[in-house]
């Protein structure tokens, strides 16, 4: 990769939005697990896929029995499915490649939340999050749900008799749970209303460990780092947690079910609380003490080294950066629309937000100019360094003018073939046949006149030629950045061009940075 | 010299297999598709034509362009091909159906030199205007339009991710971008002389064969130390398009004026054969993904596609 020639200096989070994507109205968003893709799930219940790298849309997922609002988005692990929930109360499950529709299972309610089994390439098991009672395991081919206990019952086992969790009894009340896969997803977390963190055991729907959160507010979303060493709490109380997760990534659940053999003679609460604190330990907590801001849609960067989480007030449209040590590194703010979703790409410092009016707005680092990228023995500097020439700098020495020293051994073996395994990705399984990208199909021409070159050998350009690449700059409102460089031998950087058009055509838009 | 360690089996030689007449003008570059099943050659007759790398027959013609070709680029599914023209237009061709799907325009002179990204949703093209444009295949529309020299671009190429473009020039120097944000991130050569002729990554991406018009150079674009040279062969005035051949020893192919195709050992840089029959310069060879075949092109005198093969 490019990694070598990159200048290391800038921080590797993003600074300013470089583009929107427009396209209805958009609500939620799920990178796949490269990034050269990312989902948005519309409010007319279609699911469009966005070709990160072209900004264009590779392919949209539109089922003509869903028209509600879709509530979430989520990919399987090498790319082949989607799973939308919708506010219709469906789940639908997408083969991706295919545009076809898998299965569709009606809930009975609204999933706010639903994440497709992380273990499998072809998975068929999600959690669902409903609007108002428990998360529930669903089976897309059978549509079988079974709903996982929230809260430890009064005969203190662990496991909960069914009729607790339904809602339709009155007595249970309204308690949004939130809830997530590990990362090889054999155990779930889950956050309940009692700001109690639940390690469920969830094909023997048995809760194993039990970590309550301090200040025991509501916990609204959980979401593990990529590489399933941290875990994200986002509470009522303003505070966003996380957590170091102290299992082993693969085989969890068996660790936990053995050290319970070996544990303690202790009674149902305590023994699940002494087991909860061998999983999970408290890292971090980042709050914002002066506005007192709620969190909306907090995650990790892609190498979880940044933690960002949306401000949830609806005047604003704000992005707090945290490091991992907790310091606050950045605040991204864009135009006054309420942030509703929030991503960060899984390899590069590109952020995305989904704004209350349906964009998409994506963050990038700021370009500046590489320097030393003119020319070949230039390299930048972080400061000024005194330099001190040699006695003999500047004496004329005709015996031995400079020759080209290659310190390069050039008998060195040399290998052009071999590839590294890119580090970033290391659980990756090859045989999967994972999907980077879809196959871009070039969209037919128009038919058009043919158009006349002969004898013509002006750099004008006739009338059906489009911009040329003098004038591209002209008349492009709202641009944000326009590359240039002062060039040193006239050769300058590079300009985008930009289209008016369809309403999916990227456009820009400044902001403001903090 | 030679003094790499003993190989493992004596050198085969390639040899001619077959030679194809098909073209009434230069042929100014040859590709086998990614999968090896078909090659195409490009002409100044304004045409390409798709052979069977099997049948060493032709399968058909690609007609539409107004002016003569230089160049051209297989998709990696090997179900498309570009051709980069004369009459300053870049066409897709859909190489199942024949027919040409979209015309990319916007270069204001003669496009040179053309490739797609391993993904093939974007395809890279140099210009004698002095730019390297990246072309959305879906649309069709530029997405990043690169003031990348100051004389024309003779040659650009994705490397193995389609994170990185180098371009070569006529200005002497030879440039790697940011595909994704058209940023120049590092120039390799900058002396004015001699011209680059031509720039290729290597399958892993982590070098670059770079032409220059004395002699070809592999060099180590991170730390950007050349780290060697092949010479030998003939290039003062065509962009002769050199390759890797990797199916069974690695080697450095090449094209040159001299009428001859040149190999060259790729860690010892001795010349391992010339191959001649060719009756003008040969400017453009390409080896096959997974068989000891290559196949050249040469200019006006010639007019000829020839298949060599290793025995």
């Not at chain 1, 409102?477 to 002062?486: A, E, K, N, Q, V």
């Not at chain 2, 040859?30 to 002409?43: E, H, I, Q, T």
């Not at chain 2, 040159?256 to 054969?273: R, T």
Request: charged share 25%; net charge negative.
């Amino acid at each position: 990769m490019n990694a070598p020639i990159i200048d290391p200096l800038q921080g590797d989070f993003p600074e300013v939005i470089e583009e929107y994507l427009e396209h209805g109205v958009m609500k939620c968003i799920a990178f796949n697990r490269r990034g050269t893709l990312l989902a948005a799930g519309c409010s007319d219940g279609s699911c469009v896929i966005w070709d990160f790298e072209t900004r264009g849309i590779a392919k949209e997922l539109r089922d003509k029995d869903c028209v509600a609002a879709i509530t979430s988005v989520c990919w399987s692990k090498y790319g082949h499915r989607i799973l939308v929930s919708s506010a219709d109360k469906s789940l639908t499950l997408w083969d991706v490649v295919k545009e076809e529709r898998i299965a569709r299972t009606t809930l009975p309610q609204t999933p706010l939340q639903a994440r497709l089994h992380p273990g499998s390439s072809t998975p068929s098991i999600c959690l669902a999050c409903p609007f108002s009672s428990a998360p529930m395991i669903v089976d897309m081919n059978t549509g079988n749900t079974t709903v996982l206990p929230v809260s430890i019952s009064d005969t203190g086992n662990g496991v909960v008799p069914p009729s607790r969790n339904r809602f339709s009894d009155g007595s249970a009340p309204f308690s949004p749970t939130a809830a997530c896969f590990n990362k090889y997803g054999d155990l779930v977390y889950v956050g309940n209303s009692k700001g109690e963190l639940l390690i469920v055991d969830h094909k023997n729907v048995l809760i194993c460990g039990i970590v309550p959160v301090p200040g025991n507010a509501v916990i609204k979303n959980m979401v593990f780092s990529r590489n399933g060493q941290y875990l994200l709490t986002n509470s009522n109380d303003r505070t966003i947690r996380i957590y170091e997760n102290l299992l082993p990534l693969k085989g969890g659940l068996k660790f936990l079910e053995e050290s319970n053999h070996a544990g303690d003679e202790q009674d149902g609460f305590e023994k699940l609380k002494a087991v909860g604190s061998r999983c999970l330990a408290l890292f971090r907590e980042f709050q914002d003490s002066i506005t007192k801001v709620h969190w909306k849609a907090p995650c990790f960067s892609g190498d979880g080294e940044w933690v960002i989480g949306g401000s949830a007030s609806k005047g604003e449209h704000k992005i707090y950066i945290w490091d991992k040590a907790g310091h606050l590194v950045k605040i991204l703010e864009g135009p006054k629309e309420a942030l509703i979703d929030l991503a960060w790409h899984p390899v590069h410092p590109i952020v995305v937000s989904v704004s209350l009016t349906g964009l998409v707005y994506i963050w990038a680092k700021d370009y500046t100019e590489n320097w030393s990228a003119f020319a070949p023995d230039f390299k930048e500097l972080e400061e000024n360094e005194e330099y001190v020439e040699r006695e003999d700098e500047f004496d004329l020495m005709p015996e031995t003018e400079k020759v080209k020293e290659s310190d390069v051994d050039e008998d060195e073996e040399i290998d052009i073939m071999g590839v590294e395994k890119d580090s970033a990705f290391s659980d990756s399984d090859m045989s999967q046949g994972e999907i980077c990208f879809l196959p871009a199909d070039p969209s037919p021409d128009v038919p058009e006149p043919q158009d006349k070159f002969v004898g013509s050998n002006s750099k004008q350009g006739d009338s059906n030629q489009s911009v040329s690449a003098l004038s591209e700059e002209a008349g492009q409102s709202g641009r944000l950045t326009s590359h240039i460089s002062t060039p040193l031998e006239a050769m300058d950087n590079s300009a985008a061009e930009d289209n008016g058009g369809t309403s999916s055509r990227r456009n820009r838009r400044a902001s403001e940075v903090m | 010299m030679a003094n790499n360690g003993n190989p493992t089996q004596a050198y085969r030689p390639y040899s001619l297999k077959k030679i194809l007449t098909n073209h009434t003008r230069a042929v100014s570059c040859v590709k086998f598709s990614k999968n090896g099943k078909l090659f195409a050659s490009a002409s100044l007759d304004k045409t390409l034509s798709v052979w069977s790398s099997e049948t060493l027959t032709k399968l058909f013609s690609l007609t539409g362009h107004s002016d003569g070709i230089s160049d051209l680029a297989w998709s990696s599914d090997s179900t498309y091909i570009c051709s980069a023209s004369d009459d300053r237009t870049l066409r897709i061709w859909d190489a199942r159906s024949a027919e040409c799907v979209k015309t990319l325009k916007g270069h204001s002179d003669i496009v040179f030199c053309v490739n797609f990204n391993p993904q093939s949703n974007l395809i890279v093209s140099g210009s004698f205007d002095d730019t390297v444009r990246i072309w959305d295949v879906k649309t069709g529309k530029s997405l990043h339009i690169i003031r990348a020299h100051a004389m024309p671009v003779t040659s650009v190429h994705f490397n193995r991710d389609g994170s990185l473009i180098v371009s070569g020039s006529h200005d002497g120097s030879c440039k790697i971008w940011d595909a994704s944000t058209g940023a120049l991130l590092k120039t390799l050569i900058d002396d004015k002389v001699p011209a680059v002729s031509f720039a290729k990554f290597s399958p892993n991406g982590k070098f670059i064969l770079v032409a220059t018009l004395d002699n070809t150079l592999l060099w180590n674009y991170s730390t950007g130390k050349f780290l060697k040279i092949y010479s030998g062969h003939k290039n003062r005035v065509y962009c002769i398009a050199s390759t890797f051949s990797v199916t069974s020893e690695k080697y450095i192919v090449s094209g040159s004026e001299d009428h001859c195709i040149y190999l060259w050992d790729l860690q010892g840089k001795n010349l391992v054969q010339k191959l001649d029959g060719h009756t003008d310069t040969v400017v453009s060879v390409t080896c096959h993904p997974t068989e000891n075949m290559i196949v050249s092109a040469a200019l006006d005198n010639d007019r000829s596609v020839r298949v060599w093969v290793q025995h």
